[in-house]
């Protein structure tokens, strides 16, 4: 299959092209970075990040009530794990690497 440019890969998991794109640097989705700096997308990984973000909806296990954040995050030069529930201001909680 060809590859998925970073717009279309974005309609399909329905997110902002940014949003795909820091994705990409927390490792949440898999790119192939060309020389020029451009992501291209493999379908399938584009299908199997879909599916991953609808499979606790569709059978049941995760409820649409709080978002859960989980991913990796770098500040000041330092990775940080980040999991939990947002607090009122947006917040979550912060582990360090």
Known sequence: ???????ESAQRLQVHENT???WVKMG???AIQLPTGVHRFD???VERVRSAMYQGLADGSLTA?????SGRLEVAGQLLDVAGEPDEVGGATLTGV
């Open 28 to 30: 949440i989705v898999r």
């Open 43 to 45: 379908p399938e990984e």
């Open 1 to 7: 299959m060809k590859p998925l440019g970073v717009r």
């Open 65 to 69: 009530s709080r978002p859960v954040l």
């Open 20 to 22: 795909l794109r820091r």
